[in-house]
């Protein structure tokens, strides 16, 4: 897909904001929805989308709501770091599916980095994480919010 194109309303992420697919929540506001990535590379990937912007891409974002969405990221990252005590914390965002965008509604991965290595993501064979795992991490890093 290129970095062209239409929102698709039935994407993942827009089915997760109405409630037509689960997720782990992590942290939520009027603007902003934190959640535990079921495909993540470590422990702790969480995923950041804006709940009212149909931004495709970081290209697409309103400046506003692109705010918004950092404001959350960073109180992620920071409650992932006291929850989790990770060597470091990669922030990433990608545009388009040549870079490895799949899912086509703008979000911000969080992923705490470890002494080991990450695991590949979604569709390039990490494998999907176990639901009460993820519950788990989320409590963890809800407590440090």
Do not use: W
Not at 12 to 33: Q, S
């Amino acid at each position: 897909m290129s970095l062209e194109g239409n929102y698709d309303p039935d994407n993942i992420f827009a089915k997760i904001l109405r409630g037509e697919m689960p997720c782990v929540r992590v942290y939520e506001d009027e603007n902003t929805l934190g959640f535990m990535d079921v495909f993540p590379q470590s422990k702790g990937h969480m995923l950041v989308i804006h709940t009212r912007d149909t931004a495709r891409n970081f290209l697409d974002v309103n400046p506003d709501a692109l705010a918004h969405i950092m404001s959350s990221v960073q109180k992620l990252a920071r409650a992932a770091k006291t929850a989790l005590n990770p060597d470091g914390i990669i922030i990433s965002q990608y545009n388009g599916a040549p870079v490895g965008q799949s899912v086509f509604h703008l979000h911000v991965h969080i992923i705490p980095k470890y002494k080991v290595d990450l695991k590949p993501h979604a569709n390039k064979g990490g494998g999907m994480a176990d639901m009460d795992e993820l519950g788990a991490l989320a409590a963890q890093i809800m407590a440090a919010l």
